[in-house]
């Protein structure tokens, strides 16, 4: 088993910023594929950010492109997510997830990611 715990959320105001960390133990972070997920009341959970082990290989959701930045530090078991210039639309509770990866491919969706944190809440004020 693979555990996640998310931190990092809270409240800002439009334009700030906000940086999420993942913490994953259990098993060897090796091979995993990590994503950010967010849902919004009355909607569903979806991509935002995800990130490759091998090759480091990115991909971001259209809607923050540009916005966002994942990484990871995998000496320290943690996925990152920098936010910035966020938006009241970005009012979500942010997952983190993670999934393994051989072929060394970004996973995009829910159904993909076997590992799921508890969630953190991110409201952003206009």
């Known amino acids: 088993q693979v555990q996640l715990v998310e931190s990092g959320g809270g409240l800002v105001q439009a334009g700030g910023s906000l940086r999420l960390s993942c913490a994953a133990s259990g098993r060897s972070f090796n091979n995993y594929c990590m994503g950010w997920f967010r849902q919004a009341p009355g909607k569903e959970r979806e991509f935002v950010a995800a990130?490759?082990?091998?090759?480091?290989?990115?991909d971001y959701a259209d809607s923050v492109k540009g916005r966002f930045t994942i990484s990871r530090d995998n000496d320290k078991n943690t996925v990152f997510l920098q936010m910035n210039s966020l938006k009241p639309e970005d009012t979500a509770v942010y997952y983190c997830?993670?999934?393994?990866?051989?072929?060394?491919?970004?996973?995009?969706?829910?159904?993909?990611?076997?590992?799921w944190g508890q969630g953190t809440q991110v409201t952003v004020s206009s």
């Open positions: 997830a993670a999934t393994l990866s051989f072929s060394d491919l970004v996973v995009y969706g829910t159904r993909g990611y076997r590992y």
């Open positions: 990130v490759t082990y091998r090759g480091s290989r990115i």
